[in-house]
């Protein structure tokens, strides 16, 4: 497992835009299958967007064409741009990673991944 932590969470208005980010402890995850999953009050935890250890990239439907994930391999950073954010993207955001690296396409499934932040908030007012 690698040591990750989220930033860049905080209160924004519907319609308004936020950009988390996240900072592994080892530069050697430019291999691996990084993802960015939510977690609601009350609700389970579901996967918002992948980078593939193939470079491919997945959304959830919900935000397609809203947010945006990327990674820098020189800087150990996975962000996710979120654009347009509406009441029901509030939750607490975590960063994971497939550290093992047992799949090309860790994708949006949770049980694919070994490694955790603490996560970090976003609170979307209407």
């Known amino acids: 497992q690698v040591h990750l932590v989220e930033s860049g969470g905080g209160s924004v208005q519907a319609g308004g835009s936020l950009r988390l980010s996240c900072r592994a402890s080892?530069?050697?995850?430019?291999?691996?299958?990084m993802a960015w999953f939510r977690q609601a009050p009350g609700k389970e935890r579901e996967g918002v967007a992948a980078?593939?250890?193939?470079?491919?990239?997945d959304y959830a439907g919900s935000v397609k064409g809203r947010f945006i994930i990327s990674k820098d391999n020189a800087k150990s950073t996975l962000d996710l741009q979120m654009n347009n954010l509406i009441p029901e993207d509030s939750a607490l955001y975590y960063c994971a990673a497939d550290s093992l690296r047992r799949t090309m396409l860790a994708g949006l499934n949770q049980y694919r991944y070994d490694s955790w932040g603490q996560g970090t908030p976003v609170t979307v007012s209407s």
């Open positions: 980078i593939n250890a193939d470079g491919t990239k």
């Open positions: 080892v530069s050697t995850l430019s291999t691996a299958s």
